[in-house]
């Protein structure tokens, strides 16, 4: 049994181990791989781990060993899964192993909007304190989260957590998904999309990217946004058109916290980049280390229920 790791850094960039998974088999673990490496490192592999390293189907041709391969994520669209599924290669993914992370980053975003607290760090340590008068000052207005309203487009494990989170808040919070909900608690109210659009101060994205879904945010569902709301997307770069962000952003009618961007890491012209009002992080949201330990569990239990003939999280069977 042999088992290549192509891409482990950044789930583990040092701070976790990965016994578990050498307990298994044979394993050869490397930080990064180059698509001209993977088929001489995978030659001999039975089981494949991939976060972002593309799997084509030329690739896995190459592969006539390879039975398993696991995504060390929850998207699996670097796999070609048709040759994988027609030459019965069984696929695995890692669902739900930190929505709380993800949560905790939107609202580490939503404070950050509505405290300003790095602003009045900075001009605390530039001397602005010790020369005011009274014994405090403020650089731009504060705003409590009680009573806005909390927009929240898709209700999966993640979008259920951030809703949580409002009501905790004691915000208003409408959610919008495929489908109607029912038997909702009683802070949160499901509404048809443009309706969420319409009336949320804050909107945070946690629907999954699909044809119906890109570019949802663009030119038109931005105009229907309140002056001066607050767009959270912790899920797909895609589900943003950037260019009409940006351009929106541009004219001051409103904000825009991205932890997800179209393509990673983005290019240098990337209109976000230099767009006013928004406030970025390298796709971290699901980075705590309590979430990457999950991650790893749950990978590692995937491969021992494939190899006792009880799969788990199998996107291909």
Same mark, same amino acid.
């Given at each position: 049994? %042999?088992?290549?790791? !192509?891409?482990?850094?950044?789930?583990?960039?040092?701070?976790?181990?990965?016994?578990?998974?050498?307990?298994?088999?044979?394993?050869?673990?490397?930080?990064?791989?180059?698509?001209?490496? &993977?088929?001489?490192?995978?030659?001999?592999?039975?089981?494949?781990?991939?976060?972002?390293?593309?799997?084509?189907?030329?690739? +896995?041709?190459?592969? =006539?060993?390879? *039975?398993?391969?696991?995504?060390?994520?929850?998207?699996?669209?670097?796999?070609?899964?048709?040759?994988?599924?027609?030459?019965?290669?069984?696929?695995?993914?890692?669902?739900?192993?930190? =929505?709380?992370?993800?949560?905790?980053?939107?609202?580490?975003?939503? $404070?950050?909007?509505?405290?300003?607290?790095? $602003?009045?760090?900075?001009?605390? %340590?530039?001397?602005?304190?010790?020369?005011?008068?009274?014994?405090?000052?403020?650089?731009?207005?504060?705003?409590?989260?009680?009573?806005?309203?909390?927009?929240?487009?898709?209700?999966?494990?993640?979008?259920?957590? &951030?809703?949580?989170?409002? &009501?905790?808040?004691?915000?208003?919070?409408?959610?919008?998904?495929?489908?109607?909900?029912?038997? +909702?608690?009683?802070?949160?109210?499901?509404?048809?999309?443009?309706? !969420?659009?319409?009336?949320?101060?804050?909107?945070?994205?946690?629907?999954?990217?699909?044809?119906?879904?890109?570019?949802?945010? *663009?030119? *038109?569902?931005?105009?229907?946004?309140?002056?001066?709301?607050? !767009?959270? *997307?912790?899920?797909?770069?895609?589900?943003?058109? /950037?260019?009409?962000?940006?351009?929106? $952003?541009?004219?001051? %009618?409103?904000?825009?916290?991205?932890?997800?961007?179209?393509? /990673?890491? =983005?290019?240098?012209?990337?209109?976000? +980049?230099?767009?006013?009002?928004?406030?970025?992080?390298?796709?971290?949201?699901?980075?705590? +280390?309590?979430?990457?330990?999950?991650?790893?569990?749950?990978?590692?239990?995937?491969?021992?229920?494939?190899?006792?003939?009880?799969?788990?999280?199998?996107?291909?069977?």
């Amino acid at each position: 049994m %042999k088992i290549v790791v !192509l891409d482990g850094y950044t789930l583990n960039p040092g701070d976790l181990d990965w016994q578990a998974l050498q307990a298994i088999g044979e394993s050869e673990i490397y930080e990064h791989t180059l698509p001209s490496e &993977v088929v001489a490192r995978c030659a001999e592999a039975q089981i494949v781990l991939t976060n972002k390293t593309v799997l084509t189907a030329h690739t +896995l041709s190459h592969l =006539p060993q390879l *039975n398993y391969i696991g995504v060390l994520a929850t998207g699996t669209n670097v796999v070609d899964i048709q040759y994988a599924t027609e030459h019965g290669i069984c696929v695995t993914n890692i669902p739900a192993y930190g =929505p709380d992370a993800v949560a905790q980053m939107v609202f580490a975003h939503v $404070l950050h909007h509505y405290q300003q607290v790095a $602003l009045h760090d900075q001009a605390v %340590k530039s001397g602005q304190w010790v020369s005011q008068r009274d014994f405090c000052f403020t650089l731009s207005p504060l705003t409590s989260l009680k009573g806005l309203t909390l927009g929240v487009v898709g209700y999966g494990d993640i979008g259920q957590q &951030v809703a949580n989170l409002g &009501v905790a808040f004691g915000m208003r919070v409408l959610i919008t998904s495929g489908k109607p909900k029912a038997d +909702l608690p009683g802070a949160i109210t499901w509404c048809e999309r443009d309706t !969420l659009f319409q009336q949320a101060d804050i909107i945070s994205l946690h629907c999954p990217l699909n044809i119906a879904t890109k570019h949802m945010i *663009n030119s *038109n569902s931005l105009r229907l946004l309140k002056p001066g709301c607050l !767009l959270v *997307n912790t899920a797909r770069g895609d589900l943003i058109n /950037e260019a009409d962000l940006a351009q929106w $952003l541009n004219q001051h %009618k409103g904000f825009a916290a991205v932890d997800v961007l179209s393509t /990673e890491p =983005p290019s240098p012209d990337n209109p976000l +980049l230099s767009a006013i009002n928004i406030t970025l992080t390298p796709h971290i949201a699901w980075a705590t +280390l309590q979430a990457r330990q999950n991650l790893l569990n749950i990978a590692v239990n995937n491969i021992k229920q494939f190899l006792q003939g009880d799969v788990v999280n199998c996107v291909n069977g």
